[in-house]
């Protein structure tokens, strides 16, 4: 069983930089995949970005490469989402996600269907 808590988020202009926190309690933190998804009012949720065990391979969304990046601490049970340029389009409730599946060699693990582990989510608006 792990437990996932977010934090960092906040309301920022366009073109501000946020980072995201997600920290992690239970054992055995390294062997989970893990994911950042969020979700807007109204849409459904969508995967925005994925790393691996040790970290040495990140997955990004089209619409958030370039701009984001995630990393991952694991000796102390943390994982983060820096975000660059934030538009108004970024606005959402971010939400960190563990899975135990094996990641696809070009992306990753994107089904939200596929982690079994979430937190509560942290909500970050954009205003222009």
């Known amino acids: 069983q792990v437990q996932l808590v977010e934090s960092g988020g906040r309301l920022v202009e366009t073109g501000d930089s946020l980072k995201l926190s997600c920290t992690a309690s239970?054992?055995?933190?390294?062997?989970?995949?893990m994911g950042w998804f969020r979700q807007a009012p109204g849409k459904d949720r969508e995967f925005v970005a994925g790393?691996?065990?040790?970290?040495?391979?990140?997955y990004y969304s089209g619409s958030v490469k370039g701009r984001f990046t995630m990393s991952r601490d694991n000796d102390k049970n943390v994982v983060f989402l820096q975000m660059d340029d934030l538009q108004s389009e970024d606005t959402a409730t971010y939400y960190c996600?563990?899975?135990?599946?094996?990641?696809?060699?070009?992306?990753?693990?994107?089904?939200?269907?596929?982690?079994?582990?979430w937190g509560q989510g942290t909500q970050v608006t954009v205003s222009s």
């Open positions: 996600a563990a899975s135990e599946s094996w990641p696809q060699p070009d992306r990753g693990i994107v089904r939200a269907d596929e982690y079994v582990f």
């Open positions: 239970g054992r055995l933190f390294a062997k989970y995949y």
């Open positions: 790393i691996t065990w040790s970290g040495a391979n990140t």
